[in-house]
């Protein structure tokens, strides 16, 4: 499994942005796709995460603001980010959970900054 992030960049605060991460390879294999997020000198943190069966969550700390979904059909899981503040500046990554094992799979990051 592959997965290519992208759609970060720089907003000022209140702002939108639309995350998209595209997997290919062994796609049916996916059982969960996740997004997280890791800001300069702070540990990664879960920000959303969705099931092949379309059940999904959010963070407490980006609940109202942040939403997961996906297109089965381009193989893609989108995070739409609204009401953007300069404490969700970080880099964001997308994670795949595949096979009976959930073996885990990364793509790179896409930087989102937000400007106050």
């Known amino acids: 499994v592959q997965l290519q992030a992208s759609g970060g960049g720089l907003v000022q605060a209140g702002g939108s942005l639309r995350l998209s991460c595209v997997a290919s390879?062994?796609?049916?294999?996916?059982?969960?796709v996740s997004w997280y997020r890791q800001a300069p000198g702070k540990e990664r943190e879960l920000v959303a995460g969705?099931?092949?069966?379309?059940?999904?969550n959010v963070a407490d700390s980006v609940k109202g603001r942040f939403t997961i979904s996906r297109d089965a059909a381009v193989n893609t899981v989108y995070l739409q980010m609204n009401s953007l503040k300069p404490e969700d500046t970080a880099v964001y990554l997308c994670?795949?959970?595949?096979?009976?094992?959930?073996?885990?799979?990364w793509g790179q990051g896409t930087l989102v900054t937000v400007s106050s």
């Open positions: 969705i099931s092949s069966s379309g059940s999904s």
């Open positions: 390879g062994s796609t049916s294999a996916i059982n969960f």
């Open positions: 994670s795949a959970a595949a096979g009976r094992r959930l073996t885990p799979y």
